[in-house]
């Protein structure tokens, strides 16, 4: 007698998928196309408020908002928003969750597999098993390092400075040692109107390890019709040069002004003038040294 073969598939969970997506630092043209291919193929979009508008945007401008569920929140609910995307995702919706600038940089990203990681019990399988996509995105110090010119042209570091998550003393540790390797700095999440005193230490603690003519960027909501872009030496800059749209670069002992634009060269402990006329594209080609 034969039976009827089963369909191998009929009795397991749709299969979901979760895309975590970095929206850029704020100009439509700054998503990627590997983004925005997402958005438009999503049934759910989970983000906090600013970057659900920015998503439904870039949706709107392609024609394609109309089916998409947003589910915007606050700011400071990062785990809760995780866990609601990959509960989404788990009944079988096509989820993104966005970020602004990259997802892997202080973002959604790690908050997405600590939720993971977390899981409720009956929730864990389901969960690791979903098709899960980190997609990048153009990340702040980026977007306002090319604003400037080249200030992270050499070896440099990104630091949060947001001391919600991790204690000031580990802060300060870090900034003090990239600060005596002579690393550029990037950092994030500088001064918020609830911790006001963070960006004053930093500053202090900047001055007692660099020279005063350092020269810093402050480059405040970069591709958004706010943006605002400022450079000054270390002596020069004040605590309320910052705010939590800004990113706040500072140069390594070299970074230099030519013309309107600050770049750190990329000889270093090296005579820093023309190293000559370059030979041929091919005869220059080292590998992992390409420009
Ligand atoms: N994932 C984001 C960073 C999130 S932390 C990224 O990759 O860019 C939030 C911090 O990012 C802000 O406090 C600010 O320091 C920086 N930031 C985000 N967008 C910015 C913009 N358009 N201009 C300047 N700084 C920005």
Not at 119 to 138: E, N, R, S, Y
Not at 166 to 195: C, G, H
Not at 227 to 232: G, I
Request: hydrophobic residues 45%; neutral net charge; glycine residues 6%.
């Amino acid at each position: 007698m034969v039976t009827p073969t089963a369909n191998p598939t009929a009795n397991l969970a749709p299969i979901g998928r979760l895309t975590v997506a970095g929206l850029g630092p704020g100009a439509l043209a700054q998503i990627t196309p590997e983004v925005a291919t997402a958005l438009q193929d999503a049934t759910d979009v989970v983000g906090y408020l600013p970057y659900v508008v920015r998503a439904q945007a870039l949706l709107h401008q392609a024609g394609a908002d109309s089916a998409v569920r947003l589910h915007a929140s606050d700011n400071r609910v990062e785990l809760e928003r995780a866990q609601q995307a990959l509960a989404l995702a788990a009944q079988g919706r096509r989820v993104v969750v966005v970020s602004s600038g990259d997802p892997g940089v202080f973002a959604m990203a790690a908050a997405v597999f600590e939720a993971m990681e977390n899981a409720p019990p009956a929730q864990a399988a389901a969960w690791q098993a979903l098709d899960v996509q980190v997609l990048p995105g153009i990340t702040a110090m980026l977007a306002a390092a090319a604003r400037a010119g080249a200030p992270l042209g050499h070896d440099f570091c990104c630091i949060n400075l947001s001391d919600n998550l991790k204690p000031w003393p580990v802060i300060a540790k870090r900034v003090q040692l990239a600060a005596e390797a002579d690393f550029a700095m990037a950092f994030y999440n500088p001064r918020s109107v609830s911790r006001p005193e963070g960006f004053v230490r930093l500053l202090a603690l900047l001055r007692t390890h660099c020279e005063p003519q350092r020269l810093v960027v402050f480059a405040r909501a970069v591709s958004t019709p706010d943006e605002q872009l400022r450079v000054c030496t270390l002596a020069e800059a004040q605590p309320e040069m910052a705010d939590m749209r800004t990113v706040v670069l500072v140069g390594n002992s070299t970074t230099r002004r030519v013309g309107r634009f600050t770049y750190t060269p990329r000889f270093y402990g090296l005579p820093t003038e023309s190293p000559g006329p370059s030979p041929s594209p091919a005869a220059s080609f080292t590998p992992g040294n390409t420009p």
